[in-house]
């Protein structure tokens, strides 16, 4: 019984293998799937190619203050919820990832325009480079001051007693001197002239950027052509 009947094997069928070309272009194109830092990012941000094709470009105007690394140090300063939504998009991603993405694509994700990113950027590039310039001027001041006593106590002087008296009120400044002060500078009560205290930088940059984005299409066609006057030549003058 059952000599001449053959058991059949257990478990699946023979397993394709795949050929070496197979598995070479599978090797391949898993190393470009994890070196395409700029694909990644964009897929964790929500955002395509054709996206940020059409979006208008800033990137390019942050190369001169330390690209994007440094725009992102400055919104880490600023109180604006936007501001934060731009942080809390590019910490989605990795060092590689966030070098490799536009800065257009955070703009797209956090749901911004890049108009409003370049304002919040300008205005805290503005305020915190005002902040750090003061910082290091009022540390150096001691510093500076002992400079110029010290050369002020030399022979060749002369410009820095001047300068010392005036500072002092010791020497009078002429009453038609104007001094125009911005923020909250301190202004020596002594000194006698005439003082126009100016509004900060920051607050009438954003007034300006505010005015600007609250005009319509129409108010800015509105706006009167830019005449460019016509200089004739000095070849022409000679003919």
């Known amino acids: 019984m059952g000599r001449g009947r053959k058991d059949k094997p257990n478990g699946p069928g023979p397993i394709a293998v795949p050929s070496l070309a197979e598995q070479a272009d599978l090797a391949a194109k898993a190393i470009v799937s994890l070196t395409n830092y700029r694909e990644q990012a ?83 590039a503005t305020t915190q480079s005002a902040a750090a310039s003061m910082l290091v001027a009022k540390a150096a001041r001691a510093d500076v001051v002992k400079a110029t006593v010290d050369s002020a106590l030399t022979p060749f002087g002369v410009k820095d007693r001047e300068m010392l008296h005036k500072a002092e009120g010791f020497v009078p400044v002429p009453k038609t001197q104007t001094t125009f002060v911005r923020g909250d500078q301190v202004v020596d009560a002594r000194v006698q002239t005439q003082v126009t205290v100016l509004p900060a930088l920051e607050a009438t940059m954003r007034k300006l950027g505010d005015r600007f984005m609250e005009m319509t299409e129409a108010q800015v066609k509105a706006l009167p052509p830019v005449e460019v006057e016509e200089v004739e030549s000095e070849e022409e003058d000679e003919e």
């Open 42 to 124: 964009l897929i964790l941000l929500d955002v395509t190619e054709d996206q940020v094709d059409a979006c208008p470009k800033i990137g390019h105007l942050f190369k001169g203050i330390g690209g994007k690394d440094r725009v992102l140090e400055f919104l880490e300063g600023s109180e604006e919820p936007d501001a934060r939504l731009l942080l809390a998009q590019a910490k989605k991603l990795t060092t590689h990832q966030l070098d490799a993405a536009p800065f257009e694509a955070l703009c797209l994700a956090a749901g911004l325009t890049t108009k409003r990113a370049f304002g919040l950027v300008a205005e805290e």
